[in-house]
């Protein structure tokens, strides 16, 4: 059995890195959904094979590339599909647009729970609908942990609204972290039918599960399926995200018929490379990904032990998925933007809280995806950066 080296230091800088390049020099980029480790060589043998072919013409959907999406969820889910129930897209951002053109009406309100994705606000008023934001509640767990929970009645008022059309739902949750159980998914999905909301469910981060069971909301019924749209992606399971792959699966044919007509009117085609990656990483990447996810809770756990114990007037969740974690900053008694304190006076880079709603606002979303050297170097900063903050008061 092949031992990965998720420890091993690769150098970004010189590659074009959105990741790497979008901080000063000097400073940790802790920020956006991309892992610093090296995709499954599964991944990369596809490629190289593809390219020795020489020829990179116009490119039909990979047949092969179906059948293995349909036997990933069968095995993981029990979740019976069919081939024809598989689209693709370049990118989940891409088709969030796309399904937020070619799904309700001009005017109309998309249902979102924040705080949440921050690409759900653009994609929603890019495409002249309106956001119907529900602040889902705060609940401190410990004096160093704490959790959301779903405000059913609030979802429920606007779900009523006849200007509703739309449910945007994100499971695992980006930025908390934490999976909807199928209570709740049941209550989302009964609600969604009785009023009539399509389910946009971007179920990306799905294959990044730390510790707990993943329930995609299509299996939970042949009533929920036919109104729903999921959408997943090697791209952050495999560290793919360049390459522009997402799958999109719909079992009600209008659904499908209305998503590939929204796909084309842009001309939105997933580029060879893109197609390969994919296979590679679907069919050859488990044992990868098996060993990237117990580094992964293993840096989780790093992380929050770290936070607790030197950070103890940060907040932060304890994610149940993904390779993010969200902190409560609003303890610290900082003057302006927390974002701007950890790039600057911390030197490292995460996410703003407000890309992801204003209830986001005061917190941060730091990336854990990294060797652990990096991971601890960060942490180091910031807790240098909150000590100045006390010998000033």
Known sequence: ????????????????????????????????????????????????????????????????????????????????????????????????????????????????????????????????????????????????????????????????????????????????????????????????????????????????????????????SDEIAQNTLTMIAPSKTFNLAGMACSVLIAQNKEIRETMAAALQSISAHVNIMGYEAAYGAYSGGEEWLRQLLLYLKDNRDFAIKFIREQIPQVKTTIPQSTYLLWLDMRDLPIEGDVTAFCTERAGVAPTGGTFFGSAGEGFVRLNFGCPRSVLEEGLQRLKIAVDSLALKV
């Open 1 to 220: 059995m092949t031992e990965y080296n998720f420890d091993e230091i690769i150098d970004r800088t010189g590659h074009h890195s959105a990741k790497w390049g979008a901080v000063d020099e000097g400073c940790l980029p802790m920020w956006v959904a991309d892992m610093d480790f090296r995709s499954p060589p599964a991944a990369i043998k596809a490629m190289i094979e593809r390219a020795e072919h020489g020829v990179f013409g116009y490119t039909l959907d990979p047949p092969k590339l179906k059948d293995v999406i349909v036997e990933r969820m069968r095995v993981l889910y029990n979740w019976e599909i069919k081939p024809e129930d598989v689209m693709f897209s370049p990118g989940m951002v891409l088709a969030l647009g796309a399904a937020c053109s070619g799904f309700g009406a001009p005017g109309d309100t998309v249902l979102i729970q924040t705080p949440v994705y921050g690409s759900f606000f653009k994609a929603v008023r890019a495409n002249r609908k309106f956001t119907g934001n529900i602040n889902m509640e705060y609940v401190s767990d410990s004096a160093h942990s704490f959790h959301y929970e779903n405000d059913y009645d609030e979802f429920e008022m606007v779900a009523r609204d006849p200007r509703t059309s739309i449910h945007l739902q994100c499971n695992p949750q980006n930025p908390a972290g934490f999976i909807y159980s199928r209570a709740e998914l049941e209550r989302i999905g009964e609600i969604c039918l009785r009023h009539g909301l399509l389910i946009l469910a971007d179920e990306i981060h799905s294959d990044l599960i730390l510790e707990g069971k993943h329930i995609p909301i299509a299996t939970l």
